[in-house]
């Protein structure tokens, strides 16, 4: 059932996860590419052309990926070597040529083109079917009806792309690293051949509707487009859903395009007892359910189309200070995300895509957020469906500033203004609503992100969701607009660079913990050491120069500076490369985990963060848990930490210890323990508390007193067990006497991307802690998909072990095995304590290699 656009009640729905199956559909994957310099145009499309000198690559890909893929370009990412990649080979046109055979002549053929950057003339056994003028913009889709063009056997298909100019609304990396020298040019996304008897089934889709917040009942409505491609016809539409089977006669035209609509009033069978809900991960499972849709005539197949979909329900709220939350059938759910990019040269594999949403799951995440780079296919999107990850997804603010999107900007409107922009943009959002709303894990869609659209261009949007999609929440932007949609109701304030960990407990201006942040973070974090030696030559490693700062953002963020002066100033100055890698990481788990555990404890005055960013797009120092090659950073498992589905933390504002629980349960009986140690590792106070809490909240459990005899830094050990006596959840803060001190005071850039430190906290005793040898054990197991490891560590010293990274490496090269898996990491080990931690890895990501398990502490030696 259709409904008209709002944005303030309650929205109910069921999404389609687009792995839709024609009766043929052919992939089209072996290409070959060339600059249109270098070639004569004619014949090109014709089997007569001689291809030979051609470079071989395989769709999708960009120009750029392909050469570098032949090994025309190598080791692109060591120190600068991209900035010195001629970027005149790629203003002009390239060509994209393959061939495929059609053994059937009476079947209807469709050429499909998912995604091209920037625009094409497109030429089919020497004549052409398309120009330039109509296949552009990244972000449209267009599919071709090829009968008159094709013949039996063999043919010819060569594209001719153009890349984006200034002005384009292209794909684009904005500040967070360079551009690619090609701009990203080619056929980025699939090509492919669908063929059937003459009835095209075009974006089934299937909504759903809750009655009065009860979720044992749902109604759902099924509607697609039948598109008549030969003469009249009278047939069957058939939909199987588990044991749902429904018939209905239909009478198609020659050329007739007719929206099929079914609903409970004329079939019952649509209306479901006790449905299988999808939920996130994190409160719940995500059930999908399949569908099969088939058309017939006289007992005859002449199309079949399958696909997966998921029941629930998304809908808003808003604080009483007018910040928008989110809920998932009818349940509050604190948002904990990250943003997420594509390689620099979107090309991303299944795996490596795979690897990446394993990694947020372990992360205890819920949601990504996709801006302007959604993917070469739909892989993401399924993967985040059966893995029960939300997805937040909407346009980039590439378009939003002048200097990228190259050509003059609205401030408040950015850079959408013709009219027709408007009408590109329009069709392109449209492509894209109706190529995604059958995920079940996209939950929001966002026409903005630093700008909102103007009113002429938000109406076209508020079109678009009425008629394809008006099932999710909508956001005008990231940031906080009022727009004819009413207010975002969410925020962009910063900061993107170093903050203390007091700071999101005591702000309450910017970026603190209330509202919905849309994206902030604390800025760089900066990799471990075998990261950084492969991507900084070795005569760069040290010190800091040029080179690193290539491997940052861009613009105010091309700079380790505000790093580097809160690590020289919290923990010594660094030594050496080793040193400054090492004590990176101590900073990056310190800065990220407050992050996370204030919007936690202030659910629901704040409804949710998104870290900025999940991941990179290619080996740097900036805005990412985990690294391009995979290499997680202290801050990922800062991350995981704090977002333990039960979990005690620090509040570094009012000095107190609050109880978290992310479940949908009550959790009853519960044990709290308390210890403060001072440097020396001598237990100053000791707390042991009963305690429970309620599902999906937090309470302040009880509040530090002053305590005598602190050094000048210290440790606080926070545990909670069940009631089996079982530790459930355990955290352990590194504190310092001498506070930080945030300067509010002095004049902010616009944008809030910083607020500057009057006084930094102290932790050089760190540099003082006596070593401690540690004994440790370690049992190896394998099954079917991994090399498992567990691994037992005794502390039977007087001395705390503090923060241990724990490795698993190639014996050989002593280089980590990535990626990882590891239960927790940079650990820390009180006097007399054993602990043990596991670790993972697939067996297909070993290549043959031996592993070991090594493990290196700031006060413990390099052990195996």
Request: aromatic share 14%.
């Amino acid at each position: 059932m259709k409904r008209k656009i709002s944005f303030f009640i309650v929205i109910a729905f069921v999404t389609v996860a687009y792995s839709q199956k024609n009766i043929t559909s052919k992939v089209l994957k072996k290409w070959k590419i060339q600059s249109s310099i270098k070639i004569d145009e004619n014949k090109i499309s014709t089997s007569l052309y001689n291809d030979s000198s051609w470079i071989e690559t395989e769709v999708p890909s960009t120009v750029f990926n392909a050469l570098v893929k032949k090994g025309i370009y190598k080791d692109i990412y060591l120190g600068k070597n991209l900035d010195t990649i001629s970027k005149d080979l790629f203003k002009t046109s390239w060509w994209y040529r393959t061939t495929f055979d059609i053994d059937n002549l009476n079947l209807t053929h469709s050429l499909y083109l998912e995604g091209i950057n920037y625009s094409a003339n497109i030429w089919l056994n020497g004549k052409q079917i398309a120009s330039n003028k109509e296949i552009i913009n990244s972000f449209r889709q267009f599919k071709l009806q090829i009968n008159k063009y094709i013949k039996k056997g063999n043919n010819v298909l060569a594209i001719e792309v153009f890349p984006p100019n200034p002005g384009d609304f292209t794909i684009g990396f904005v500040d967070w690293n360079p551009e690619p020298p090609d701009n990203n040019m080619g056929i980025f996304r699939r090509v492919s051949i669908i063929s059937h008897n003459g009835i095209g089934i075009e974006n089934p889709y299937v909504e759903s509707s809750f009655k009065d917040g009860d979720y044992d009942k749902v109604d759902l409505t099924f509607s697609t487009n039948l598109i008549n491609y030969k003469k009249n016809i009278d047939g069957i539409l058939k939909i199987e859903i588990g044991d749902i089977v429904i018939n209905k006669k239909v009478s198609l035209k020659k050329g007739e395009n007719k929206k099929i609509i079914l609903t409970v009033k004329d079939f019952e069978q649509l209306k479901i007892s006790n449905p299988k809900l999808w939920w996130p991960y994190t409160i719940g499972k995500p059930e999908l359910y399949n569908a099969k849709v088939e058309f017939l005539c006289r007992n005859k197949l002449i199309n079949k189309v399958t696909f997966d979909f998921g029941i629930r329900e998304v809908s808003d709220f808003f604080t009483k200070d007018g910040h928008r939350g989110f809920k998932i059938n009818g349940k509050k759910i604190s948002i904990r995300g990250g943003g997420w990019v594509d390689n620099i040269m979107l090309d991303d594999t299944e795996d490596y895509i795979q690897s990446q949403l394993d990694y947020v799951r372990d992360m205890n995440l819920n949601t990504i957020r996709l801006e302007g780079f959604w993917g070469k296919d739909h892989t993401i999107y399924e993967k985040c469906d059966k893995m029960g990850i939300l997805v937040m997804v909407g346009w980039s603010c590439q378009w939003e500033w002048e200097n990228y999107l190259g050509k003059p900007v609205d401030e408040v409107y950015g850079g959408i203004q013709s009219p027709e922009d408007i009408e590109l943009m329009t069709t392109a959002w449209r492509d894209q609503v109706v190529w995604l709303r059958n995920h079940p894990s996209i939950f929001t869609w966002m026409a903005g992100s630093d700008c909102k659209p103007l009113p002429e261009l938000e109406k076209e949007y508020f079109k678009i969701f009425n008629e394809y999609d008006s099932t999710r929440v909508y956001l005008s932007s990231a940031k906080e607009w009022n727009s004819l949609a009413g207010p975002s109701g969410v925020k962009m304030r910063g900061p993107y660079a170093y903050v203390p960990p007091i700071y999101w407990f005591n702000d309450t201006k910017y970026g603190g913990a209330f509202g919905f942040n849309t994206e902030t973070g604390p800025g760089a974090q900066v990799p471990p050491i075998e990261s950084i030696r492969k991507m900084i030559p070795e005569k760069d490693l040290w010190p800091i120069n040029d080179v690193w700062d290539y491997h940052c953002g861009r613009n105010v963020f091309n700079t380790l500076d505000r790093f580097t002066e809160a690590l020289n100033k919290r923990y010594c100055k660094a030594k050496n490369v080793e040193d400054y890698a090492f004590k990176a990481q101590l900073l990056n788990y310190e800065l990220m985990r407050p992050m996370f555990e204030a919007f936690s404890a202030n659910r629901y005055d704040a409804t949710g963060v998104i870290q900025w960013m999940l991941n990179s797009a290619w080996p740097e120092m900036y805005w990412q848990l985990y690294d391009s090659y995979l290499m997680p950073n202290g801050a990922y498992y800062a991350t995981k930490k704090a977002g333990m589905p039960i979990h005690a933390l620090y509040n570094y504002n009012n000095e107190s210890i609050y109880l978290v629980n992310d479940k949908l349960e009550d959790a009853n009986e519960l044990k709290l323990e308390i210890k403060v140690l001072d440097i020396n590792s001598k237990i100053l106070f000791e707390k042991k508390l009963n305690t429970k809490i309620k599902a999906n909240s937090s309470i302040n459990v009880f509040k530090l007193q002053e305590i005598s005899n602190l050094t000048d830094t210290y440790f606080l050990s926070l545990k909670v067990l069940n009631n089996k006596d079982e530790e459930i959840d355990n955290n352990f803060y590194w504190l310092s006497k001498k506070e930080d001190v945030l300067d509010y005071e002095t004049k902010v850039p616009k944008w809030n991307y910083h607020t500057p430190s009057k006084q930094y906290s102290d932790f050089t005793q760190l540099e003082k802690l006596q070593k401690v040898k540690l004994s440790h054990q370690v049992i190896k197991t394998e099954n079917e998909e991994f090399i498992n490891f567990e691994v037992t560590l005794n502390n039977s010293s007087d001395k705390m072990a503090f923060f241990i990274e724990l490795k698993i490496v190639d014996k050989e090269t002593g280089l980590s095995i990535l990626p990882v898996i590891w239960s927790d990491n940079y650990v820390s080990i009180l006097p007399g304590e054993i602990r043990t931690y596991k670790g993972k890895i697939k067996k297909n990501h070993l290549n043959n290699k031996e592993t070991e398990f090594i493990y290196n502490g700031w006060n413990t030696n390099i052990n195996k």
